[in-house]
């Protein structure tokens, strides 16, 4: 029996939850709240750094860390009606690279963003966003690029778009993509997806939660 420990309006989470929905597979969904001792003693008991999301089978006494790793290991053992990665070992390792694209070039630059205005000290949120933005105008054109005649990022549904759907979504709000036409058509299947409009709506109630009110676009208010 499978157990994913995260948060639904957590990017990172959306991401394992997104495959978790594509494959079909059953979990239970624990829920975490970072704010309260147990669970971040429960989270730093999977992570090194405490952070969500984790995955445990009970059945195989594994429990794993990183979401990259979960969705390999359920499209390995729980696979779905059509593979998250790649069969052929080389397209798999550029399912795993264009994956940590999303990861380190959206995902991570866009927390920075909500981290200046959460954690950072007083005067520093402008210049990291600043930057921040600068590094997602670089990736957003290297992702035009890629996705210039593509449906997916590499020919079938997959890893990619499992990392790329919540980075997006939440990048997206903060520097928009909208003058790049095959990412932005791109994002428009994504959120089409069943698997990741799940997971959208599974965050709705969190959503009030995220430090950038006034630019979340309406049409994700429902
Ligand atoms: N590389 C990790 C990143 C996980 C991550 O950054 N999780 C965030 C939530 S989306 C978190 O737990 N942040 C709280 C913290 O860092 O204390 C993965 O792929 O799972």
Redesign the pocket.
């Known amino acids: 029996m499978l157990t994913f420990y995260g948060h639904p309006l957590?990017?990172?989470?959306q991401k394992v939850l997104i495959a978790l929905y594509e494959t079909g597979v059953p979990f239970t969904f624990r829920q975490i709240d970072?704010d309260k001792d147990d669970d971040r003693a429960l989270m730093a008991s999977i992570e090194p750094?405490?952070?969500?999301?984790g995955l445990q089978d009970s059945a195989r006494g594994v429990i794993l860390?990183?979401?990259?790793v979960m969705i390999e290991y359920i499209d390995r053992h729980y696979p779905g009606p059509h593979r998250l990665l790649p069969q052929d070992p080389d397209q798999a390792l550029l399912a795993r690279q264009w994956a940590r694209f999303f990861?380190f070039q959206i995902m991570q630059v866009m927390q920075q963003i909500v981290d200046a205005r959460l954690f950072m000290a007083e005067g520093a949120e402008p210049q990291v966003t600043a930057f921040a933005h600068g590094k997602l105008d670089l990736a957003y054109a290297a992702l035009d690029q890629h996705l210039t005649g593509r449906e997916w990022a590499l020919g079938d549904y997959g890893v990619v778009e499992c990392a790329a759907s919540p980075s997006l979504f939440y990048a997206g709000i903060l520097r928009p993509f909208d003058d790049y036409p095959a990412l932005s058509d791109y994002f428009e299947r994504l959120l089409e997806r069943p698997s990741f409009h799940r997971a959208r709506i599974d965050a709705l109630p969190y959503l009030g939660w995220f430090p950038f009110q006034d630019l979340i676009p309406a049409r994700f208010l429902t």
Do not use: C, T
């Open positions: 957590s990017s990172y989470s970072l750094m405490g952070r969500m999301p860390s990183q979401s990259s990861d």
